[in-house]
T-cell receptor
Framework: DGGITQSPKYLFRKEGQNVTLSCEQN?????MYWYRQDPGQGLRLIYYSQIVNDFQKGDIAEGYSVSREKKESFPLTVTSAQKNPTAFYLC??????????????FGNGTRLTVT | GESVGLHLPTLSVQEGDNSIINCAYS??????FIWYKQESGKGPQFIID?????DKRQGQRVTVLLNKTVKHLSLQIAATQPGDSAVYFCADLFSGGSNYKLTFGKGTLLTVNP
């Protein structure tokens, strides 16, 4: 089945450590996205990539970094500079970026807890 | 900044009833709207979308209505089932030239009582 795979489902880290969240898609989608979901808030965009080797900052990029070396992979690194990293992180992809009739398809998320 | 909001944070219905979930958006230039369903511990699942040149679109047991005059979006679920219990949220997309903004609402928790 085609889809988006995020791993791991749960991740625990000590404060001050960088951590990388994995996102892989086999939908052959051009665009990929990282969102953060916090209780009582709508999804907030961290980074997005419309094509391999290119990515753009979203609304809350500070303290995060990404890479897009392959079409199917878009890992997110949460650095120690992120002030409040504990959250539910969602990866998504779409056939095209920034076009109509191109809904985002989401993975099942990684819940990161930093203590 | 502008945001998509929901009128009700929770909605409880009886199995078999119809459900209506509402959403207000603030950007009058938004031209594409999406409804998602999110079950506990999972990622959002695409339900249905609608473009701004339409005011109604139907899917399997779901209908989305768009009222651009009052910037209101609704999701109607017919014959609601226990498996419909989830958080539902809308998103609106503004895309103009090099500008692009997809805004998500906070969500409405739908509970279906057997």
């Amino acid at each position: 089945d085609g889809g988006i795979t995020q791993s791991p489902k749960y991740l625990f880290r000590k404060e001050g450590q960088n951590v990388t969240l994995s996102c892989e898609q086999n939908l052959n989608h051009d665009a990929m996205y990282w969102y953060r979901q916090d209780p009582g808030q709508g999804l907030r965009l961290i980074y997005y990539s419309q094509i391999v080797n290119d990515f753009q900052k979203g609304d809350i990029a500070e303290g995060y970094s990404v890479s897009r070396e392959k079409k199917e992979s878009f890992p997110l690194t949460v650095t120690s500079a992120q002030k409040n990293p504990t959250a539910f992180y969602l990866c998504a992809s779409s056939i095209f970026g920034h076009t109509l009739n191109s809904p985002l398809h989401f993975g099942n998320g990684t819940r990161l807890t930093v203590t | 900044g502008e945001s998509v909001g929901l009128h009700l944070p929770t909605l409880s219905v009886q199995e078999g009833d119809n459900s209506i979930i509402n959403c207000a958006y603030s950007n009058s230039a938004s031209d594409y709207f999406i409804w998602y369903k999110q079950e506990s511990g999972k990622g959002p699942q695409f339900i249905i979308d609608i473009r701004s040149n339409m005011d109604k679109r139907q899917g399997q047991r779901v209908t989305v209505l768009l009222n651009k005059t009052v910037k209101h979006l609704s999701l109607q679920i017919a014959a609601t089932q226990p498996g419909d219990s989830a958080v539902y949220f809308c998103a609106d997309l503004f895309s103009g030239g090099s500008n692009y903004k997809l805004t998500f609402g906070k969500g409405t928790l739908l509970t279906v009582n057997p």
